[in-house]
């Protein structure tokens, strides 16, 4: 029998044990111990080559990727709408060359999980609840703030206008 998402998400909050999902069949989430001093290799062996960090706490250190992307993001807040426009942007020119990608912030938590579902709302033209429920699917540890949530809600106005 597999953890509950309670339990995954104790776990991964102690911090000690690296932990991703798959996302779609060219995204990866999760969290930061990809990268401490290499890139994880069993990551590359899935044929990873891409590594988007959302840290503003820490740059990594991901020997092994052949591409990196530092998007600093503090921990538990809404991300500058600047940011995630890049960010995207670079995401879809990623996935555009048929990238696999690695998207992680500390825990691969709250940040991870607002970029994704920017990244599902803006790709599938769909609001952020259904968004969120598409991560939550996909990644269970995943969840977001207020902040971040209004910061979805934002976005989810500017696409539909």
């Known amino acids: 029998m597999g953890m509950?998402?309670?339990e995954i998400r104790?776990?991964?909050h102690a911090h000690t044990v690296f932990s991703y999902n798959k996302i779609e069949e060219f995204i990866y989430a999760g969290n930061n111990l990809c990268c401490r001093?290499?890139?994880e290799m069993e990551l590359l062996a899935?044929?990873?080559s891409a590594d988007i960090s959302?840290?503003?706490e820490r740059l990594d250190n991901p020997r092994g990727v052949k591409?990196?992307?530092w998007f600093p993001w503090i921990e538990d807040t809404a991300p500058p709408r600047e940011l995630i426009i890049l960010a995207l942007d670079v995401l879809d020119d990623i996935l555009k060359r048929d990238i696999k990608t690695y998207v992680h912030c500390k825990n691969g938590h709250g940040r991870t999980t607002t970029f994704l579902a920017a990244y599902f709302m803006r790709k599938n033209k769909i609001g952020a609840?259904?968004?969120l429920a598409v991560i939550k699917e996909r990644r269970p540890s995943g969840?977001?703030?207020e902040a971040q949530r209004e910061f979805l809600l934002r976005l989810e106005r500017q696409i539909e206008a």
Request: aromatic fraction near 16%; charge should be negative; glycine fraction near 4%.
């Open 4 to 6: 509950t998402p309670d």
């Open 10 to 12: 104790q776990m991964e």
């Open 37 to 39: 001093t290499h890139f």
């Open 46 to 48: 899935k044929g990873v």
């Open 54 to 56: 959302l840290e503003a």
């Open 67 to 69: 591409y990196f992307f």
């Open 129 to 131: 609840d259904e968004a």
């Open 143 to 145: 969840h977001i703030n």
